[in-house]
């Protein structure tokens, strides 16, 4: 029925948030920051991924998901290295993703779980629950509706265009989207997946801001939202917790970028230069990079003003004089 819309309450808290986020945002593209910053928009970019699969399951870690991006030797098991590949694939279509196409929902879950799932690009054809201790906790809608929700949420997606606040309407798709369990798996991975798309039509700088990142910090949070939410029969409880998330998220790119190297001596700028972000790096791996040969050298001109600006960190922040001890970017 095209005059479907998803139920959910517009509160004070969304609009609150709206506002906040919708500023900040302001003044992270005012400047084109991210523009000027590939290596960053890539390691965000990475960061999603890495916190989308984790959320799944994935045990690489975030130096090994980088390394299979980068082209790298990786050992672990295949199908979690297919899968990060998979993911970067997907979310390079992200600009010609068109967010209320049932044929690029289908072809981006093709490219999602290419070689992993039996029934790739293809909607559900069994019953599917959540299940916690043997008890059936969420019942997703039997498959023959599964075709009909999806178009249904599809057309009210195109209809909210100018109607509903991208923000809002990125979180209701969300919801449904997992409520409806299209299908037999990457549920989750698309829904995180379209709320980046959904909002990138909006803001393009969404693309490389891994909200990913923040849902795992708070998986536990994000999964009560959606029982909550389920519990309730609307999607208010999740809108908020993402828009509460996109609030933090944004904090932490406007901390990020004012962190910027532009205005750092050139010794601290070489050494940013050739490290990457969340990457550790023992000193003799700096030394070789840098080439450089004095300990003391390195220590002076470049980690001590760089931890000092905050651009880097420690390790082992507790024990500075250790043998064990690396640098991370940040």
């Known amino acids: 029925m095209d005059s479907y819309s998803p139920p959910y309450s517009l509160t004070s808290q969304m609009l609150s948030l709206i506002a906040a ?15 000027k910053r590939p290596q960053l928009r890539r390691n965000n970019r990475i960061r999603s991924i890495h916190s989308s699969l984790k959320i799944e399951a994935n045990s690489l870690s975030l130096s090994e998901v980088r390394g299979i991006i980068n082209g790298q030797t990786v ?7 297919l899968e990060v590949k998979n993911a970067y694939a997907a979310y390079e279509k992200i600009p010609e993703i068109v967010p209320s196409s049932i044929f690029d929902l289908k072809r981006l879950h093709g490219i999602m779980t290419q070689g992993t799932v039996e029934s790739s690009g293809e909607f559900r054809t069994t019953g599917e629950g959540v299940f916690s201790g043997g008890r059936c906790i969420f019942m997703a809608p039997p498959p023959d509706r599964v075709e009909w929700l999806v178009k249904d949420l599809l057309s009210w ?62 998986q536990e949070e994000y999964y009560r939202a959606i029982a909550d939410s389920n519990n309730a029969g609307n999607s208010t409880v999740l809108v908020e917790f993402m828009l509460t998330l996109l609030d933090k998220l944004l904090d932490e790119a406007l901390l990020q970028l004012r962190k910027s190297p532009v205005e750092t001596g050139i010794y601290v700028r070489k050494l940013l230069d050739v490290m990457e972000y969340e990457v550790p790096y023992s000193t003799q791996e700096l030394l070789l990079r840098l080439k450089l040969k004095s300990k003391e050298t390195l220590r002076r001109h470049y980690l001590h003003p760089a931890l000092a600006q905050g651009l880097i960190r420690m390790s082992l922040p507790d024990k500075p004089q250790s043998k064990n001890q690396c640098y991370i970017k940040q």
């Not at 100018?162 to 209701?172: Q, R, S, W, Y």
């Not at 409806?180 to 709320?195: C, K, Y």
Request: glycine share 6%; charged share 25%; proline share 5%.
């Open 21 to 35: 986020i919708s500023e900040k945002i302001g003044l992270l593209t005012s400047h084109n920051e991210l523009e």
């Open 75 to 81: 050992i672990g098991p295949q199908k979690e290295i």
């Open 157 to 218: 997606l195109r209809r909210s265009e100018g109607k509903v606040h991208p923000l809002i309407a990125a979180a209701v798709f969300h919801y449904e989207l997992v409520f409806i369990h299209p299908f037999a798996d990457g549920n989750g991975r698309m829904a995180r997946l379209w709320h980046t798309v959904i909002l990138y039509r909006w803001r393009n700088i969404f693309q490389y801001l891994p909200l990913e990142s923040q849902i795992e910090r708070c």
